[in-house]
Every structure is written in structure tokens, then in C-alpha cells.
């Protein structure tokens, strides 16, 4: 499928790169996603710049500028030269990406106005399933019951934690359930621009560099639509040129690092590991702001973790680290007793000794 959408110019089959171990690209997501959210809340909240739209724009738009300066004056972007990127490519594999990201965001955006927090929460937390069965449905995965249950099991966690009281609107309802698809969508596409069949894939910062323009282009549409009519430069003045800029360089590593993650291990991985972040992000609130969280909060919470531990390394994962820590145990009590027994033995000397000497005095 790759190779049909993003054809290539060079011969890609020379030694494979070194790679770096994909919990440096979780731990990085789920650094910079933690740093946006804290930050965005300061800016739009503490510091009144209301244009949720307005503000995704400039990040986008501040992601283009530092691609094409990327571009020209390192060779980071390099690899942009691999793939012939026409007008038709351009449509068919990029274009789509920018589309389903704003409808993401329209659609997340609309549902806080029929939706609860929580109930939102428990429709989210169904987001890894359907980027499973995207995957599924695209050929990204294999259909596995085991790994299917194992995501069951991360969703209703988060539900429960997410559990209050809720009205449902059914119109917010499908307005929630829209940005889902279009987020899995999004995700998936991106996996497929990344992986393809190791010929035609984009280097991850590349897809950055392509799509990062499409998605400013359609969130300043949005922008015009729902927030530009009220809109002013004061609330810039307000917020502050640095902070604003700052907020867009944290956003854009978010960005790059979103785009590493996929790329290196797949749309579900992150989804899955935007559960453990909002879990640290809970503990953080709790540390930080002394936010009180409930038992049936804490239990829901504990049940997503242990599921996203066992998805990450499996149960063949959790029998390693068993036998590595029964392993360490029994050395150390190994250790120990012949500690002991050469404690006793000296001992025993000591007293052997102590008697010959008495014996002798006699």
C-alpha cells in the first residue's frame, strides 16, 4: 500500500541504522504531552487567552516554519528527498492527515458543550480499541483475542476511574464519537505514511514537514469560523509574545515526538501510553494542587496501569521479571548463608582454639 502512495526516488537498501530502544520514545512522548497540557492550561486559562482553535493554529503553524528551517540548514530532513512527492501523492497521503486532525479537534472541541468531563473521559477511554480494530481492519495487526481482552480490560479501568454522574445528550455523543474515529483514523494513516513496506516510508519529522501545513490550514478555517469574530491582539499582548512562542517550541517537540513514537512503534502503542500519562498526570495533580481522588478513582486507575504493564511486556515479560527477581533473591540468600555458615565455622575455630589454650594453662 505504502509504495503505491509514496513512491521513492533512491534505492533505500543500504545497512540498517542503529535504532534507539522505543522507551525513549514513550518516555519522550509522555514528557512533552505532560509539559503541553500543564502548559496550555496556564495559557488558557490563567492567563485568559480563550481560542482553543486560534491557539492549535499557531502551533501548527510555528511546526511548518521550524520544518522548513530544519530543512534548509540541516540535514535532519534529508530524507524528504526519498519520497517524489507530486501533487497527487501530496492529496492522496497527506492531505487526509490534515483533514482528520481537525475534524479531531472540531469534534472533541463541540462535545464539551453537551458532554460531562467524565462521561468524555469514559468515551475516550475507548480509543485504544479503535485504533485496534483500525488496525485490524487495515492490515497494520493481526487479530489477537488475547491482546484484544488485554485492551478491554485498560478501557473499562479508565472508565471506572472516569465514573460519576453523567447526562448523556446523544448529539455530544456522536459529536465524541467522531473525534475517536477521526483520531484513530488520524493515527492509523500516519502508522501507514511511517511503516509502509520499508521502501517507500517517510522518516518521521519528514511526515511532520508535510502534514504540519495541511493541519494549519484547516484549523485557521476553524479559527475564522468560531473565533476570529471575537478575537483581538490585546489577548496576545496579555498572554505575552514569549510565553506564546515558548508554548509553541513545547508543542512542536510534542509534535515531534508524537510523530517518533508512531513511527517507531504504532498508533495503539501511543494511545495505550496516553493512558499511563494521564495516570502520572492525576498523581501529579494530586502532589502538586492536592487534588483528591476517591477509592473506586485509585482502583480504576491501578486496574488501567497493571493492563497497560501487561500489554507493554506480556506475560512471557511478567515470568522473566518474576524468575529475575526470585534469581536475585535466592543469590542473596545464598549469599547469606554461607556468610553464615562461614560465621559459624570461624566461630567454631575461635572456640577450638580457646579450649587448646585452656588446656595447655592446665
Known amino acids: 500500500m505504502a509504495a503505491e502512495i509514496l513512491p521513492t526516488v533512491r534505492d533505500q537498501n543500504g545497512p540498517p541504522k542503529p535504532s534507539i530502544h522505543p522507551s525513549f520514545y ?11 497540557i500543564i502548559f496550555n492550561k496556564y495559557l488558557l486559562s490563567d492567563l485568559d487567552f480563550h481560542f482553543p482553535a486560534i491557539l492549535t493554529c499557531w502551533h501548527l503553524f510555528f511546526s511548518s516554519i521550524m520544518t522548513q528551517i530544519l530543512a534548509r540548514t540541516t540535514s535532519l ?6 519520497v517524489q ?8 497521503a497527506i492531505v487526509p492527515i490534515g483533514v482528520l486532525y481537525s475534524a479531531s479537534l472540531v469534534c472533541s472541541n463541540q462535545a464539551y458543550l453537551y458532554l460531562s468531563v467524565a462521561l468524555i473521559q469514559m468515551l475516550k477511554a475507548s480509543a485504544p480499541a479503535a485504533v485496534l480494530l483500525l488496525s485490524w481492519l487495515f492490515g497494520l495487526a493481526k487479530p489477537n483475542v488475547a491482546v484484544f481482552l488485554n485492551v478491554v480490560v485498560i478501557v473499562f479501568g479508565v472508565a471506572v476511574a472516569s465514573y460519576g454522574e453523567v447526562h448523556i445528550v446523544w448529539l455530544g455523543f456522536l459529536f465524541q464519537a467522531g473525534g475517536i474515529f477521526a483520531e484513530a483514523m488520524r493515527l492509523i494513516l500516519i502508522q501507514i505514511l511511517l511503516g509502509g513496506d520499508g521502501k517507500a516510508s517517510m522518516d518521521p519529522l519528514v511526515s511532520l514537514y508535510y502534514y504540519a501545513p495541511v493541519c494549519a490550514v484547516m484549523n485557521l478555517v476553524i479559527a475564522f469560523a468560531t473565533e476570529w ?4 491582539m490585546a489577548f496576545v499582548w496579555k498572554a505575552g509574545v514569549v510565553i506564546l512562542v515558548a508554548n509553541a517550541a513545547v508543542a ?16 495503539l502503542v501511543m494511545t495505550l501510553c496516553g493512558v499511563l500519562k494521564n495516570i502520572l498526570l492525576v498523581a501529579a495533580s494530586m502532589l502538586i494542587w492536592g487534588t483528591i481522588v476517591g477509592s473506586l478513582q485509585a482502583f480504576g486507575f491501578s486496574m488501567a496501569l497493571v493492563g497497560l504493564v501487561y500489554y507493554s511486556i506480556g506475560y512471557d515479560g511478567f515470568a522473566a521479571f518474576a524468575t529475575s527477581i526470585k ?20 566461630q567454631g575455630l575461635l572456640d577450638d582454639t580457646e579450649m587448646e589454650l585452656k588446656s595447655m594453662d592446665a
Open 229 to 232: 469574530h471575537t478575537f483581538e
Open 77 to 82: 530532513l534529508d530524507n524528504r528527498k526519498d
Open 85 to 92: 512527492m507530486d501533487v497527487r501523492t501530496y492529496i492522496r
Open 252 to 267: 512542536f517537540l510534542l509534535n515531534v515526538a508524537s510523530v517518533m513514537l508512531i513511527g517507531k512503534t504504532s498508533g
Open 327 to 346: 534469581a536475585r533473591f535466592s543469590g542473596f540468600r545464598q549469599v547469606t548463608q554461607e556468610e553464615d555458615d562461614e560465621q559459624e565455622s570461624e
Open 26 to 36: 514513550i518516555a519522550g512522548w509522555i514528557f512533552f504531552s505532560s509539559v503541553t
